[in-house]
């Protein structure tokens, strides 16, 4: 059980979140109400991530496929969009097809083959973001930049499913000069997409509690803000 003083730092801590990612928008010239804020739940059980959802947070993340199909069963009922952030594996697809609103890790076009025919198998229609490689990190997933220009052909013939944008991550040890250049690129990218191609990207998923302002700055429309949320918790506990 939560304490009191827990529920409140939770509730704290959503509201602190947004006041920041509002002051971000607002120094890029830009209005917070284009930035979704993700909460990234992985870090937490499911009476934590409720208290998150409580505070007013009704778009959460997870990186593991099982602990989304997890929480979500348990939380069911709740008003909650369902994010996947992190690495998909095609024997996982048909499970998290069933209940993520949102898949921003497709990172080849085999997993997107499989993630298209899974959806409809089931008869969802989860949005799907294509996950890109801008740090050029050799452990970082991803599409390269290059590859998706050339095959976007491929991409638009794999299914029905709405692409509606880019996901990045920046390079772990990347400076925040070399942060901005990372996020620019994942812009760039989507501008050539859409220029390219006459279709439209809306979504840019890219930054995290670390580097969500510099993201903003360069476009971000969603951010996925995990630690932040849950500082002054003892979350090792729970
Ligand atoms: C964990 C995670 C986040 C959140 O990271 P924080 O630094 O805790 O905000 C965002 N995106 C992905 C893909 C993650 O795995």
């Known amino acids: 059980m939560l304490t009191d003083r827990e529920h409140q730092q939770i509730a704290e801590n959503w509201q602190q979140v947004q006041a920041d990612v509002a002051r971000a928008a607002e120094a890029a ?10 909460g990234v739940s992985k870090y937490v059980d499911s009476e934590t991530t409720r208290s998150l959802i409580d505070a007013g947070c009704h778009a959460l993340g997870e990186s593991r496929p099982q602990s989304l199909v997890t929480k979500a069963q348990q939380l069911q009922g709740c008003d909650v969009q369902w994010h996947l952030i992190g690495t998909l594996q095609r024997n996982k697809s048909r499970r998290v097809c069933e209940v993520a609103d949102v898949i921003h890790s497709i990172d080849s076009l ?10 409809a198998d089931l008869g969802r229609q989860p949005r799907l973001l294509l ?23 491929a991409v638009m ?7 509606v944008g880019l996901m990045g991550m920046a390079g772990l040890e990347a400076t925040p000069h070399e942060v901005a250049m990372q996020f620019e690129s994942l812009r760039s990218v989507r501008d050539q997409l859409q220029q390219r191609y006459e279709i439209q ?9 670390g ?7 360069q476009g971000a ?3 996925r803000i995990g630690s932040r949320l849950f500082t002054g918790l003892d979350t090792s506990s729970h």
């Open 29 to 38: 010239g830009r209005s917070a109400t284009e930035i979704t804020i993700i």
């Open 211 to 217: 580097d969500f302002e510099i993201a903003i700055a």
């Open 221 to 223: 429309t969603m951010v």
């Open 201 to 209: 990207l809306p979504e840019l998923s890219m930054g995290m509690s």
């Open 110 to 119: 085999r997993l997107l083959q499989t993630v298209q025919q899974h959806a």
């Open 131 to 153: 996950e890109v490689n801008i740090s050029r990190e050799a452990a970082k997933h991803g599409f390269e930049p290059a590859e998706l220009l050339t095959d976007w052909e």
């Open 157 to 163: 013939a794999s299914g029905s499913l709405p692409i």
